[in-house]
């Protein structure tokens, strides 16, 4: 253990860890000395992480929209210090699909997005707080969008808002641990395979007016998550990872 990293002895847990910006997260956690525990669905995925992340790293399953999944997989996995949520709104392309605007949509989609996005953050941090460090802390993933209004996103965007209206009440009410949230503009990671080439196209238009040019990377938003892991001062804080999307 080298005492110099900044999570040192430390373990760290990543809810939606074997892709994309949670993965970027895991891998950087590891190189700050955390032995990191990855969860999803997916048996390819679990495998091919843990593949990727080597010996300080496990991969468990689960389905975070399932509390009683989430109780076990807490329960299994046993004293840690920080949880992390990362699983997206829709990644299915068939929910993708139906999102839209309000006039006419099927509103079953919107309740998908609500339960991926919101309910599994509420649900996986009631379920870790037993084991959880009262020197630890939670990071939840929010989005930009209610900070710009896009005409179709209404679902994703309510979604979103709920999420960083939990994460401030709870940064209160959990104390000492600390709560954030990092909210990611449009980032280049496997999520976007979900998208109709329609939306693809709309966001790659949106990315090069926005003042730094480009998509985000995942290792950008990492970058925040373990911030809000390792500063002690840093708690209620909503860090924007965006390039700037909001001033488009
Ligand atoms: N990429 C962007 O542009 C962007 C923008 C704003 C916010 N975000 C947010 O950033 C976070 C990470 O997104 P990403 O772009 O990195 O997506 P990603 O590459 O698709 O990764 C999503 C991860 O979540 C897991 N997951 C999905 N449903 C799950 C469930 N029910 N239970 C447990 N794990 C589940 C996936 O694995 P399995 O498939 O194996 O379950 C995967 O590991 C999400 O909260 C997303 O909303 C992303």
Redesign the pocket.
Known sequence: MNPNKMLAGQRVVI????????LATAHLAIAQGAKVVV????AE??KSAKAELGPNAEALR????NPKDAAAFFKKVGKFHHLTV????A?DPRVQKKLGPLAGMDLSAAHRVME??FW?SVTCAQAALPYLARKGSITL?S??SPRKALPGYWASTSAIAALEGLFRVLAVELAPIRVNCVG????A????TALPPRRLKAWDKLTKRQPVGRMGT?EEVAQAMVYCMTNGFTTGALIEIDGGYKFT
């Open positions: 809810v939606g860890g074997t892709s994309g910006i949670g969860a999803s669905r997916k995925r679990l689960l389905d975070a929209t990362l699983v997206p709104a990644d991926n996005k599994t993933c989005g930009v990611p503009g449009i980032i990671t496997p999520i976007l995942a």
